[in-house]
Every structure is written in C-alpha cells, then in structure tokens.
C-alpha cells in the first residue's frame, strides 16, 4: 500500500489547516479582523507562525480559504446532463448549502455565519471575496467538463454559473441579516426562483 503515508499526511494537513483555520474564526469574531494577528491564530492553534503561513500565505485566506467550490461541483458532475445548466447548477448550490448547514451541523453552520459576516463588514475581504466568487464560476464551468468544451457553450455555462452565484450571495447576505436562524438551502431556492422563475428553484429545493 504505497499511497498510504501520503494519504495519512494529507489527512494530517487537511486537520492542522481545519484547526488553524477554526481558531482563526473564533478570534476575528471575538476580537476583529484587524485587532487578529497571525501570530495571535499561531499561539491559539498551538502551531508556529510558520506553521500558519505554509497553510495560509495571507490573512485574508484564513477567512476565505473552503471546500465549497469542491462541493459544488462534486454535485455539479453528478447532476443530470438532461436537465438545463441553471437547473442542475442551482441545486448544486442548494445542496452544498444543505451540507454544510444541517440541523447536526451545528458548529460547522456558526462557522460559516461568522466567515461570512467578516467577508460583508471587511473591506479586504470583500475585494477577494470577488475573485473567490470568480474562481467558484470557473470551478462550476470546469466541473461541466467536454459539456462545456467548444466556446459558445462555455459561456453559456459562465453565465449561467455567474446568475446562480449572484442568487446565492443574495440568499447568504439575507442569511447573516437574519443571524443565521432561516434555512439557508430554502433562501437560496427562493433567490434562484426570482432570478429563473419558480421552476428551477423548485428542482433545486
């Protein structure tokens, strides 16, 4: 079995950087974005500051790093190639959502609240947030594979990857307003239904 010492490491890096990364949540909520330093996220974590460096370059990458792109299109591959792009994609959307907020999911749902209301108030993040957004469309397109092959085809997937998003981060800003209380997978479906219309909501719900 020779894949498994580098799977064991992988395993073990995957862990200090969910650690680091839970500590580094914790402190902004609690103390703010700029009051945070990388070394105050070192010593809570109980690593170096090299340690949190080779994990996250940057201090906006503590907040933004994530499995949501791997999630989505994980769900965007094994969708229907029968149903439309936005259908497919949308529920995509809705079921990562699901995921990663559910009723046992507790910690992982508070989590992801307080990420996002540091990514609305933080001008810094705000700005990457953009690009982050950007790399989820180019995820959702690449996750299509030969089905977005020739150009015409792959900007239609762009762009319906790019309308879903815009619903989504819509349904997250009404999420972190309500304090996380509604259902997020049920906000998301209702901000695709304004966007595509009852119908491709209805498929991602």
Not at 152 to 174: E, G, I, P, Y
């Amino acid at each position: 079995m020779p894949d498994q010492p580098s799977t064991l490491r992988a395993r073990r890096r995957a862990q200090t950087q969910r650690t680091i990364q839970a500590h580094a949540i914790r402190l902004f909520g609690e103390r703010g974005y700029d009051a945070t330093t990388m070394n105050d996220v070192a010593e809570a974590a109980g690593v170096s500051p090299m340690t949190v460096y080779r994990h996250f370059p940057t201090k906006e990458d503590l907040v933004l790093v994530d499995r949501i792109g791997e999630l989505i299109a994980e769900r965007v591959v094994a969708s229907s190639t029968g149903l439309p792009l936005s259908r497919r994609i949308g529920a995509a959307l809705v079921d990562a959502a699901a995921a990663l907020t559910g009723d046992d999911l507790t910690a992982d749902r508070q989590f992801l609240l307080v990420r996002l209301r540091l990514m609305i108030s933080t001008p810094a993040l705000r700005a990457r947030h953009l690009d982050n957004q950007y790399a989820l469309q180019q995820a959702i397109v690449s996750a299509l594979g030969d089905e977005a092959a020739d150009p015409d085809t792959a900007f239609r997937a762009q762009a319906a990857a790019s309308a879903c998003l815009a619903a989504l981060h819509t349904a997250l800003v009404r999420w972190a307003a309500d304090e996380g209380r509604t259902d997020l997978p049920r906000l998301i479906g209702q901000a695709l239904a304004a966007v595509f219309g009852d119908d491709v909501a209805g498929s991602a719900r």
